[in-house]
Protein backbone atom coordinates (compact mmCIF):
# COMPACT_ATOMS: atom_id res chain seq x y z
CA UNK A 1 0.00 0.00 0.00
CA UNK A 2 1.32 3.03 -0.61
CA UNK A 3 1.33 6.13 1.07
CA UNK A 4 -0.37 9.58 0.61
CA UNK A 5 3.11 10.95 -0.14
CA UNK A 6 3.31 7.65 -3.44
CA UNK A 7 -0.04 8.72 -4.37
CA UNK A 8 -0.48 10.52 -7.95
CA UNK A 9 -2.82 12.69 -6.33
CA UNK A 10 0.20 14.35 -3.90
CA UNK A 11 2.52 14.31 -6.45
CA UNK A 12 0.92 15.98 -9.39
CA UNK A 13 -1.09 18.52 -7.46
CA UNK A 14 -0.42 19.05 -4.21
CA UNK A 15 3.75 18.81 -4.28
CA UNK A 16 3.34 21.49 -7.23
CA UNK A 17 0.94 23.01 -5.07
CA UNK A 18 3.36 23.53 -2.15
CA UNK A 19 6.38 24.67 -4.48
CA UNK A 20 4.16 27.74 -5.81
CA UNK A 21 3.21 28.37 -1.91
CA UNK A 22 6.96 28.48 -1.46
CA UNK A 23 7.68 30.15 -3.94
CA UNK A 24 5.01 33.09 -3.98
CA UNK A 25 6.25 33.48 0.14
CA UNK A 26 10.01 33.90 -0.81
CA UNK A 27 9.85 35.76 -3.71
CA UNK A 28 7.30 37.96 -1.24
CA UNK A 29 9.53 37.94 1.49
CA UNK A 30 12.60 39.02 -1.23
CA UNK A 31 10.75 41.86 -2.16
CA UNK A 32 9.63 43.29 1.22
CA UNK A 33 13.35 42.49 1.99
CA UNK A 34 14.64 44.66 -0.34
CA UNK A 35 11.76 47.70 0.75
CA UNK A 36 13.96 47.38 3.69
CA UNK A 37 17.45 47.33 3.17
CA UNK A 38 16.61 50.64 1.05
CA UNK A 39 14.97 52.32 4.08
CA UNK A 40 17.79 51.27 6.38
CA UNK A 41 16.25 48.68 8.39
CA UNK A 42 19.06 46.81 9.30
CA UNK A 43 18.48 44.34 12.14
CA UNK A 44 15.27 43.09 10.37
CA UNK A 45 16.54 42.80 6.75
CA UNK A 46 18.25 39.84 6.91
CA UNK A 47 16.33 37.79 9.46
CA UNK A 48 13.76 38.01 6.36
CA UNK A 49 16.77 37.05 3.89
CA UNK A 50 17.47 33.89 6.23
CA UNK A 51 13.84 32.94 5.92
CA UNK A 52 13.52 34.33 2.19
CA UNK A 53 16.65 31.61 1.31
CA UNK A 54 15.36 28.51 3.41
CA UNK A 55 12.14 28.65 1.55
CA UNK A 56 13.52 28.86 -1.49
CA UNK A 57 16.09 26.21 -0.94
CA UNK A 58 13.37 24.26 0.39
CA UNK A 59 11.11 24.56 -3.24
CA UNK A 60 14.02 24.38 -5.15
CA UNK A 61 15.33 21.10 -3.67
CA UNK A 62 11.60 19.65 -4.30
CA UNK A 63 11.94 20.55 -7.71
CA UNK A 64 15.33 18.59 -8.24
CA UNK A 65 14.32 16.14 -6.72
CA UNK A 66 11.60 15.56 -8.98
CA UNK A 67 13.24 16.07 -12.20
CA UNK A 68 10.62 13.87 -13.99
CA UNK A 69 7.44 16.12 -13.25
CA UNK A 70 7.54 18.83 -15.24
CA UNK A 71 4.50 20.09 -13.75
CA UNK A 72 6.78 21.26 -10.46
CA UNK A 73 8.28 23.24 -12.87
CA UNK A 74 5.63 25.23 -14.11
CA UNK A 75 4.68 25.39 -10.68
CA UNK A 76 7.88 27.52 -9.42
CA UNK A 77 7.95 29.09 -12.38
CA UNK A 78 4.02 30.40 -11.54
CA UNK A 79 4.53 30.78 -7.74
CA UNK A 80 7.84 33.50 -8.89
CA UNK A 81 5.33 35.17 -11.40
CA UNK A 82 2.48 35.36 -8.59
CA UNK A 83 5.33 36.33 -5.53
CA UNK A 84 6.40 39.02 -7.73
CA UNK A 85 2.74 40.55 -7.67
CA UNK A 86 2.10 39.73 -3.98
CA UNK A 87 5.04 41.34 -3.04
CA UNK A 88 4.26 44.71 -4.91
CA UNK A 89 0.81 43.98 -2.69
CA UNK A 90 2.80 43.87 0.18
CA UNK A 91 4.56 47.02 -0.40
CA UNK A 92 1.56 49.37 -1.15
CA UNK A 93 -0.07 48.18 1.97
CA UNK A 94 3.05 48.26 4.64
CA UNK A 95 3.75 51.58 2.71
CA UNK A 96 6.93 52.77 4.68
CA UNK A 97 8.15 56.39 4.54
CA UNK A 98 7.59 58.55 2.79
CA UNK A 99 7.59 59.85 -0.98
CA UNK A 100 8.92 63.36 -2.34
CA UNK A 101 8.06 64.65 -5.79
CA UNK A 102 9.55 67.80 -6.63
CA UNK A 103 7.75 69.76 -9.34
CA UNK A 104 9.70 72.85 -11.42
CA UNK A 105 7.34 75.01 -12.96
CA UNK A 106 7.94 78.50 -15.24
CA UNK A 107 4.43 79.55 -14.13
CA UNK A 108 2.59 79.53 -10.48
CA UNK A 109 1.19 76.40 -10.37
CA UNK A 110 -1.88 77.29 -7.77
CA UNK A 111 -4.37 74.84 -9.58
CA UNK A 112 -1.82 71.86 -8.99
CA UNK A 113 -1.55 72.63 -5.44
CA UNK A 114 -5.17 72.64 -5.10
CA UNK A 115 -5.57 69.71 -6.45
CA UNK A 116 -2.69 68.03 -4.21
CA UNK A 117 -3.87 69.62 -1.18
CA UNK A 118 -7.68 68.16 -1.77
CA UNK A 119 -6.36 65.01 -2.31
CA UNK A 120 -4.50 65.11 1.36
CA UNK A 121 -1.16 65.68 0.05
CA UNK A 122 1.29 68.24 1.92
CA UNK A 123 2.79 71.10 -0.61
CA UNK A 124 5.06 73.57 0.08
CA UNK A 125 5.83 76.00 -2.62
CA UNK A 126 9.06 77.97 -2.99
CA UNK A 127 9.96 81.12 -5.05
CA UNK A 128 13.05 81.38 -6.61
CA UNK A 129 15.66 82.41 -9.81
CA UNK A 130 17.65 81.01 -12.07
CA UNK A 131 20.79 82.08 -13.18
CA UNK A 132 18.97 83.96 -15.68
CA UNK A 133 16.77 86.01 -13.75
CA UNK A 134 13.63 84.24 -14.80
CA UNK A 135 11.32 82.67 -11.99
CA UNK A 136 10.68 79.42 -11.16
CA UNK A 137 8.28 78.07 -8.64
CA UNK A 138 8.98 74.62 -6.76
CA UNK A 139 6.41 72.89 -5.21
Known amino acids: MDTFFETPLFYYVI ?3 LIAIARIVDVSLGTVRIIFISKGYKKLAPIIGFFEVLIWIIAIGNVMKNLENWICFFAY ?3 FATGNYVGMLLEEKLALGYEMIR ?5 KADELIGV ?7 TTQVK ?3 SDEKWLYYI
Open 128 to 130: ATR
Open 103 to 107: VITKT
Open 77 to 79: AAG
Open 15 to 17: LPL
Open 116 to 122: LRNKGYG
